[in-house]
Each structure stands twice: as C-alpha cells, then as structure tokens.
C-alpha cells in the first residue's frame, strides 16, 4: 500500500506543473463562424441536401428562415440548449466536442452576427 501511495506522491508534481503552465497561458480567442463552419454548417446551410435546413423547412414551413444563418429569433442562450441538449433530428454536442468557450462564441455568432438592425 506504501508503494502505491509514493507513486501517486511522484505524480502531483506533474499535475501541479501542468495546471500552472495552463493558467499561465493567455486566453485564445475563439471564432464563432469557425465553429459554426467547423459544426453546423454542414447540415445549416442553405441548399438541397442540408438535413438541418430541411427539418428546419418541415418544421417551421414559411413562418421562420430554414437557413440557420438567417434567423432572427435565436438569442445565444437558445443555440446553446441546442447543441448542448439537442433538438428533433439534430443531435447534442459534447463538451468534449464543442468546448464551453467555443460554444459561448459560437451563440454569440449565430445570434449576433446575422440580426438585421
């Protein structure tokens, strides 16, 4: 049992090197059109083919854009519960996949971005 114990004690220095040089480094900006060209633009974008765009069309006919981007009704926190949670055919993203600051970036993009004034 020692041993195990000054195995892990041999680790925390490690861990504790690493979680300094984390903090030491400056924060990136992150680009919400990158995400969304990374993520969402595959199946948002206008055009046949665009499963989002299409369920979008099914879902809200003529009454709201099918074509993501043109939306006017989205505010950043409703694209997060979506790609967090997920929504009809589109499936929730992962932390692991779409960060919590590329995702705050990414809301801010698709509601900011494309609001006509």
């Known amino acids: 049992m020692?041993?195990?114990?000054?195995?892990?004690?041999?680790?925390?220095p490690a861990?504790?090197?690493?979680?300094?040089?984390?903090?030491?480094?400056?924060?990136?900006?992150?680009?919400?059109?990158?995400?969304?060209?990374?993520?969402?633009?595959?199946?948002?974008s206008a055009g046949r083919g665009n499963p989002g765009t299409e369920s979008l069309k099914v879902k809200y006919g003529d009454r709201l854009p099918s074509v993501l981007l043109e939306r006017t009704d989205l505010d950043a926190a409703a694209v997060k519960l979506f790609v967090r949670q997920g929504v009809l055919s589109m499936p929730p993203f992962r932390k692991t996949e779409i960060t919590d600051v590329e995702l705050a970036a990414l809301g801010d993009y698709v509601a900011k971005k494309h609001v006509k004034p």
Request: proline share 2%; with cysteine.
């Open 15 to 44: 861990f504790v090197w690493i979680a300094a040089a984390a903090a030491a480094e400056p924060a990136q900006t992150v680009s919400g059109e990158a995400v969304y060209q990374r993520w969402c633009s595959h199946c948002h």
């Open 2 to 12: 020692k041993r195990a114990n000054v195995r892990f004690l041999a680790l925390v």
